[in-house]
C-alpha cells in the first residue's frame, strides 16, 4: 500500500511538471543609448507626499542624447533644420491647463516640441501632432506657436541634452542645454 502512495504521488509531480509551459528564451533590446526621461513643472509634482497639494501643469518627455566628444549645433544637427529636440521619438510636452507662448494662448492637452537651432537664436516649435519618430514626417501645418529664443554660450559644455525648468511669477521659463547652448522658453499660466 505505501509502494502505491508514494508511486501516484510521483505520477502527480511529473504530470504536474509535464503541464507547465516551457520557458523560452527571451531576447530584450539593449539599452538605449539616448535615455528616455521627464521633466514636471513643478520640479516636486511628481514627489509629492499624501496631504500635498502640488499638481503638474506642465510634463516633457524626452530622449537625452549624449554629446560623446561631437560638436553638436552647427555640426550635428545643422543650423536651420528642424531638429526633434532630443533623440528618438519626438519629444512631447503635456499641459495641465491652458499657457501661453509668444503671446500665444494653448489649450491643455499634449504636443509636440521641435526646435530650428540657429548659431544666435533658435526657433522653438509647439506643434499638434504627436508619436512620431524625430522630425523626419514634421509637418509645419501643425504647429500651434513658433517663438524665437536667443542663443547663450555656456562656459563648459553639458555631456546630455537636458531640460528643466525655472518659476518665473505667473509661470516658468523651460532651460534648454546641450553642449555649450543655454537657450530659455517663457512659458505663461
Not at 510521483?10 to 528616455?36: H, I
Not at 555631456?159 to 546641450?178: D, K, M, Q, R
Request: with cysteine; glycine share 6%.
Amino acid at each position: 500500500m505505501k509502494n502505491i502512495f508514494i508511486v501516484v504521488f510521483a505520477l502527480l509531480c511529473f504530470g504536474a511538471k509535464a503541464q507547465q509551459p516551457a520557458v523560452t528564451e527571451v531576447k530584450f533590446p539593449a539599452a538605449d543609448p539616448s535615455p528616455a526621461d521627464i521633466v514636471y513643472f513643478p520640479l516636486n509634482a511628481p514627489k509629492a507626499k499624501a496631504g500635498d497639494e502640488t499638481k503638474p501643469i506642465i510634463k516633457i518627455v524626452y530622449s537625452r542624447p549624449q554629446k560623446k566628444g561631437r560638436e553638436i549645433f552647427g555640426v550635428l544637427e545643422q543650423y536651420g533644420t528642424v531638429w526633434r529636440f532630443g533623440a528618438n521619438e519626438s519629444t512631447e510636452v503635456h499641459f495641465f491647463k491652458k499657457v501661453s507662448i509668444g503671446g500665444k494662448k494653448i489649450k491643455a492637452g499634449t504636443y509636440s516640441l521641435f526646435a530650428i537651432p540657429n548659431k544666435d537664436t533658435w526657433t522653438i516649435i509647439v506643434n499638434s501632432e504627436t508619436d512620431k519618430w524625430g522630425a523626419f514626417t514634421y509637418n509645419q501645418a501643425k504647429d500651434v506657436v513658433r517663438v524665437n529664443v536667443p542663443v547663450k554660450t555656456l562656459p563648459k559644455p553639458i555631456e546630455y541634452f537636458s531640460l528643466t525648468f525655472t518659476p518665473l511669477n505667473e509661470g516658468a521659463t523651460l532651460v534648454i542645454g546641450w553642449d555649450k547652448t543655454l537657450v530659455e522658453l517663457p512659458i505663461s499660466f
